[in-house]
């Protein structure tokens, strides 16, 4: 299936912990994205990669570390992880930046639990 | 710079009644407009768009008509179910001007059966 997948789903971790969450497109999009999404359904973008070039970071804690080996994935990982950082976290894809015609593609989301 | 305002919710509405949830934008250059959807526990998924003025875009019964001169994108359907309960996103893409979706704040839509 052609999607935006990311691992895991869910993920539960005491305070203090660093953790990584990992996404992967087959889509042929050149762009990927990571969203949090909080317990409002707020989204708020926090980095973007273009073709392994990062474009956008928004203001997020340097705990909050993205990395793109290639186009086709973009990690998150977070240090020394807090309360606040429970929330959704989603990927997205895209062939454009600003999502073009056709608009981003999302992942199914990663819910963070700190505890 | 470019920005959507929706209409708050929840909005809470009988099973068949019509649905309209309003969505307005400001938008320097001429962007395409986007309608998600994200059902309870899952991603966002597109619902429809529309990538000029008086398209009209639809799917699974809903629609929005890209209006330029009220700088809105209104999303209706005519009778709800059951299961469109979701939060609905309004969305832009402003090639020019963006690097990135400009997404409004959601509206949760709960349908009573």
């Known amino acids: 299936d052609t999607a935006v997948s990311q691992t895991p789903k869910y993920l539960v971790t005491q305070m203090g912990n660093d953790k990584s969450i990992k996404c992967e497109q087959n889509?042929?999009?050149?762009?990927m994205y990571w969203y949090k999404q909080d317990s409002k359904k707020f989204l708020k973008i926090m980095f973007s990669?273009?073709?392994?070039?990062?474009?956008i970071n928004e203001t997020v804690p340097n705990r909050f570390s993205p990395k793109s080996p290639d186009k086709a994935h973009l990690n998150l990982h977070i240090n020394s992880l807090e309360l606040g950082d429970s929330a959704v976290y989603f990927c997205?894809?895209?062939?454009?930046?600003?999502?073009?015609?056709?608009?981003?593609?999302f992942g199914s989301g990663t819910r963070l639990t700190v505890v | 710079g470019n920005s959507v305002t929706q209409m708050e919710g929840p909005v809470t509405l009988s099973e068949e009644a019509f649905l309209t949830i309003n969505c307005t934008y400001t938008?320097?250059?001429?962007?395409?407009l986007f309608w998600y959807v994200q059902y309870p526990g899952e991603g966002l998924q597109l619902l429809l768009k529309?990538?000029?003025?008086?398209d009209k875009g639809s799917n699974k019964g809903f629609e929005a008509t890209y209006r330029k001169e009220t700088t809105s994108f209104h999303l209706e359907k005519g009778s709800v179910q059951v299961s469109d309960s979701a939060v609905y996103f309004c969305?832009?893409?402003?090639?020019?001007?963006?690097?990135?979706?400009?997404f409004g704040k959601g509206t949760r839509l709960h349908i009573l059966p």
């Open positions: 997205a894809s895209s062939q454009y930046p600003d999502g073009g015609t056709d608009g981003y593609t």
């Open positions: 889509l042929g999009h050149d762009t």
């Open positions: 990669y273009n073709n392994k070039e990062l474009i």
């Open positions: 938008a320097t250059g001429y962007p395409s």
């Open positions: 529309a990538t000029k003025a008086d």
């Open positions: 969305a832009l893409s402003d090639m020019n001007r963006d690097d990135k979706i400009i």
